[in-house]
């Protein structure tokens, strides 16, 4: 492609305003600092100021759905993890549980409790690689090193839990594949007890930074009618005021037995977006610890055979991840194999709404925004 | 096909042509001598080279000291080989400096593999930069791509000249002095820009028109500034304005009364800073090579030893600046003498503790501070730095006024006893107007801001 604009009439996208002589194509992607992976946008730029905006997607496409309909159902739940990569336990948790539906399974309520335990982490995790990278993408070191500092503990921890560090593979169809023990039970302690102070820090960090609330603060403003109609969830949508969260409004796992809130922020702007986070990692660590104190006795997984053939059937079914609502659509014809598999990733939807919100802010603006939607685009390219 | 024609121009057409000019010029000036005197001769390669050799001394010796021998001119030329070494270990250094302090913020624990703590780590990364390719892009405009990290180093080197190290230790005492950083700055942009020009990058145009509007604004509030210490101390001269800050009274003017400019110019110090650290490019003005937006910024292209050049430059730079800070406001290499160093001695300690301070401070806010967006940056110095450096600039004035009428008694509109009670109360008085405006203004500086311009 030699020229921005044939792509953009030819391809995807509409141009926004007419071209003028004092503007320019910039090609951001796929290999820039931080976009966050292998994104593409072409921003046409009058100075500093972003005229037209085209997202491209589809670098790091592997056709994760049609693999999966070679593999038989176990051989699909490992693809899941290199989806989301930063929150691989949500996207286990999301296959398994249309499965476990459609073969109608009664899972162990210590395996519901384990998965909560292992989600929350993993959530906690996720939210402190955006807390860290958001800081990056704005120019500050230091909260990357605060933040990772406490992610590579939480790595540990899932490390201990699932015998992986980023693709674990734990959550299983009837259960979790491996079960908690007295010492790891410890370490997550520990790891609570020192988080909390490091947690304070890093909100020190920002909330007593003027440059970096004056770099947040009303940058990429969204309302909840343009995010609705974009299909937008998770901590993006509830930073606008929505009180979105599948883990309240249609729990699974044992998401019903804990008590936590709901974050939301009124502005919907990038500060909005890292105060929703930021605030999540908290209730994170509350669900973990009444996870530790009340864990249930019983066994972590009902025994399954290797290769099993789920029912006839279709089931849409819907989880929250950390970035958002995952949804999954299965078909089955009876045999090892599934018929159809399809996710509804929640970074692809979020990605949408990019191109409104970037049109008229800076070049650095754009790297502010881009980073508040803590896009994973494992998960958008599939 | 690309890589073919990348190939192809890497023949060395400048080497070639260059021999061939040589070989020309050669020729024709033997021709020349020839036409001009009949015969073969080299006597008059030979004198042109004494003229040389006696046009340097001219140059170097200065008027009224003895003509230099080749001893003399040894020794200068080891001298000045030393000085730069010593600037060029002090850039090299300063990256360990930076790199330790901010580990040290950011809990781990910095280079520590080459030598013991890493102490040879800078070395180590200049004998792998230079033995790196230089890469200049196809499309670059190749000439400027090669004479920009030049450009940006030699303002850089030349700076050197006007730090005080220690007391009698300051290379030259420029009667412009102060003015001839100012100058240096405008020389240092001019290689930013034709390295952002000649990279043939958008993101380094970018980086390019950013630094340009940076680095031009910011020399407006830096130069109010200068121009109020200028007035304190009644001298352009670096050593003169030290001077004043340690004995109160140069051969110019002066206050009077001995005081480290900071007290009563604290705003101008503030401000100053502030423009200094927008000045040499770093965090939160380091839009120009804004690492997440813009790549690199106007070094994206670079690599290897001509990217070193731009790294020295901007460390050197730095350096450059706290030490004109400390000299402007700190007193310079002022402080107690201390035990068994010697005059000179502790002048050099003091000297090198106020600007450590300044660059340790310089780092925390690396540490600490995300990025300015860019009309962000333009306002904070458009439409606070420069009208409260202006205020400032004018507080001064009435200042240094009121001073002078209390060092004279005939110009006193009511004749009062010049006694030394009413000399301290006037100072007083004096200070506490200057501290109570500069805390009105800052205020305001310090205020929030909420509005955006674009």
Known sequence: ?382 | MKLLEWRVRRVPVGKISLILGILAFVLFATWKIWALTGYWSLEPYFDSLRNLFLTLRDKFGGPGEPPMGLYNTLIITLKLLGILLVLLLIGAYSTLMERKILAFMQDRLGPTRVGPRGILQPIADGLKLLQKECIVPLGADRNFHYLAPVICFIPALMGAVLIPFGKGLMPVDLNVGILYFFALGAFGELGIFLAAWGSNNKYSAIAGFRAVAQLVSYEIPMAFCIMSIVLLSGSLKIGEIINAQIEGATAYGGLGFPIWFIVPQFLGFLIFFLSAVAETNRTPFDLAEAESELVSGFHTEYTGLRWAFFFLAEYVNIFIGASIITAMYLGGYAGPELPFLGETLSSVVWFCLKVFLIFFTIVWLRGTLPRLRVDQLMMLCWKRLIPIAMANFLLTGIFVFANTVRLTPQLWPVHLENSAYTSIAAIVVILILMFGLAWFFAKDLLKPMKERDV
């Open chain 1, 1 to 382: 492609m030699s020229d921005p604009k044939d792509f953009l009439t030819t391809q995807t996208g509409t141009l926004l305003e007419k071209e003028s002589e004092d503007r320019f194509w910039l090609n951001m992607g796929p290999q820039h600092p931080s976009t966050h992976g292998v994104f593409r946008i072409l921003l046409e730029t009058e100075g500093e100021i972003v005229k037209n905006v085209v997202p491209i997607i589809g670098y790091l496409h592997r056709g994760v759905e049609k693999i999966s309909e070679n593999r038989d159902w176990m051989g699909a739940l490992p693809l899941t993890d290199r989806m989301d990569y930063l929150g691989a336990m949500s996207n286990n948790m999301a296959l398994t549980l249309p499965v476990e539906e459609l073969m109608e399974l009664e899972v162990p309520r210590r395996a519901q409790w384990l998965r909560v335990l292992a989600l929350e982490t993993n959530r906690l995790a996720s939210h402190l690689l955006f807390y860290g990278t958001l800081g990056l993408d704005l120019g500050a070191l230091t909260p990357f090193f605060f933040a990772f500092r406490q992610r590579e503990i939480a790595q540990y921890l899932l490390e201990l839990l699932s015998g992986q560090r980023i693709t674990f593979n734990y959550i299983r169809y009837g259960g979790v594949r491996l079960d908690i023990t007295t010492p790891i039970e410890r370490e997550f302690r520990k790891f609570i007890t020192g988080f909390r102070p490091a947690y304070e820090e890093m909100w020190n960090l920002v909330e007593g930074n003027e440059i970096f609330r004056t770099r947040i603060i009303g940058v990429g403003e969204s309302t909840p009618e343009l995010l609705i109609k974009h299909g937008v969830t998770g901590p993006i949508l509830r930073a606008s005021g929505v009180k979105r969260d599948l883990r309240k409004d249609r729990p699974f796992a044992a998401y019903d037995e804990f008590d936590f809130d709901v974050i939301t922020h009124d502005k919907g702007d990038t500060y909005s977006r890292w105060y929703c986070r930021y605030k999540e990692m908290g209730e994170s660590l509350k669900i973990i610890e009444q996870c530790l104190d009340g864990m249930p006795d019983g066994p972590h997984i009902k025994k399954m055979p290797f290769f099993f053939k789920p029912p006839p059937g279709e089931i849409y079914s819907v989880t929250d991840t950390p970035r958002g609502d995952l949804g999954v659509y299965i078909v089955s014809d009876g045999s090892r194999f599934p018929y159809r598999v399809r996710y509804r990733a929640p970074s692809f939807c979020n990605l949408s709404v990019l191109s409104e919100l970037l049109y008229g802010t800076g070049i650095g603006d754009v790297i502010a925004i881009l980073g508040s939607f803590d896009p994973v685009f494992g998960e958008v390219d599939r």
